[in-house]
């Protein structure tokens, strides 16, 4: 059986768009969506039964909600024990995407959830944003790295998924600096290719609003998963789910003499 995509719940708003999104990732993959609650319980002073039956009702109603709204789907809950980051990135690693809310996007800092999930997990992360997946293309933010070809690649498969138009862009800081944006994506049809001018985290923010789905990869020294000022003013700011096309199973193409070729991606080589 194909790998499960894995979603968290907490019974809140957020949860239910994480529901919705994942449920359509998994029907358009072919694969169980496997909906997952993390139970804490420090209270001392009693309650644990009336909290961890209210936990399994989170579990039960996420899944009824997602066999609700998307046709066809193999949904299956499970209340497991433990903090939600630490819970999410176990589950992460027999994964093939793992979806989470978007509440506490404005807290990235150390010890927020959000970080873990982005910087921890061995398969692809999606947040999900607002109450419904909006329509749109696939959008790919590239910068000429070796790394962001992950997330081309992600691209191209989610659109291929979703039946949908792929949207390739990078951004220059400045019109001046446009030739290099060319160059990189010489290679991209031009009905998809973007060149987007201004500071990147403000034009990707504006991308997001007409966008189903925006992707974005790994950043930092040798790939390193990190949430940075860019992919942080997005997260806050977006109109759209964003993906962070990584995991520590991801593995970067091969280091080449030449700048990464996207028309190799494209092509699927």
Do not use: N
Not at 15 to 24: D, I, K, M, W
Not at 61 to 69: G, L, N
Request: one cysteine or more.
């Amino acid at each position: 059986m194909p790998d499960p995509v894995v979603v968290g719940v907490d019974g809140t708003a957020s949860g239910r768009a994480a529901v919705r999104l994942a449920a359509r990732e998994a029907v358009s993959r072919g694969c169980l969506l496997k909906v997952v609650h993390a139970f804490t319980w420090a209270d001392p002073g009693g309650g644990y039964a009336s909290a961890r039956g209210a936990a399994s009702r989170f579990v039960e109603e996420a899944v009824a909600f997602a066999k609700r709204s998307t046709p066809g789907l193999d949904a299956r809950g499970q209340l497991l024990d433990g903090p939600p980051g630490r819970v999410l990135i176990t589950q992460s690693r027999a994964a093939r995407l793992l979806v989470a809310g978007g509440d506490g996007l404005d807290r990235l800092g150390a010890g927020s959830v959000v970080r873990d999930l982005v910087t921890r997990s061995w398969c692809p992360v999606a947040l999900a944003r607002g109450h419904r997946p909006p329509t749109g293309p696939v959008v790919a933010a590239v910068d000429g790295s070796e790394f962001s070809l992950l997330g081309l690649r992600f691209a191209i498969e989610e659109a291929e998924l979703r039946g949908c138009p792929l949207r390739v862009v990078h951004v220059v800081g400045a019109l001046g600096l446009r030739e290099r944006a060319d160059r990189l994506l010489a290679a991209v049809p031009a009905e998809q290719r973007r060149v987007l001018i201004g500071p990147p985290g403000a034009a990707l923010v504006r991308a997001t609003r007409r966008a189903g789905l925006l992707v974005l990869a790994p950043r930092g020294a040798g790939g390193a998963r990190r949430i940075g000022a860019v992919a942080g003013e997005v997260l806050r700011r977006g109109g759209c789910p964003v993906v962070f096309a990584h995991g520590l199973r991801a593995k970067a193409p091969a280091p080449s003499p030449e700048p990464p070729a996207v028309q190799q991606t494209l092509v699927g080589e």
